[in-house]
């Protein structure tokens, strides 16, 4: 079964920038549609940004839009989110999953990452 796991969140100042990976395993990320999700306290989680199969055609929402950058490693099997101008609004825990259809691929999820945004 497919696996992708979540690394790199942690505490920083508004405005700060982050960089989060998206390891997978038994699924190649340069063939799969990729998608960072994020969990608000207190909301369901949402797709926040994709990034297309066999190419680096990349999708946001509106609210990450020109901050987030997603990247994908090849050699690594790695998916990246770079986040820039971070914002209290940020705050959440992160997930990676694939895509299809615009939606998540993989019923189970991984434990994600806690990203935190806060002075």
């Known amino acids: 079964q497919a696996q992708l796991v979540e690394i790199g969140g942690g505490l920083v100042q508004p405005g700060g920038s982050l960089i989060l990976a998206c390891e997978a395993s038994?699924?190649?990320?340069?063939?799969?549609?990729v998608g960072w999700f994020r969990q608000a306290p207190g909301k369901e989680r949402e797709g926040i940004a994709c990034i297309s199969s066999l190419s680096d055609h990349t999708y946001s929402i509106s609210s990450v839009e020109g901050r987030f950058i997603m990247s994908r490693y090849n050699a690594k099997n790695t998916v990246y989110l770079q986040m820039n101008s971070l914002q209290p609004e940020d705050t959440g825990v992160y997930f990676c999953?694939?895509?299809?259809?615009?939606?998540?691929?993989?019923?189970?999820w991984g434990q994600g990452t806690q990203v935190t945004v806060s002075t």
């Open positions: 038994r699924v190649a990320v340069d063939v799969a549609a």
């Open positions: 999953n694939a895509v299809k259809g615009g939606l998540p691929l993989y019923k189970s």
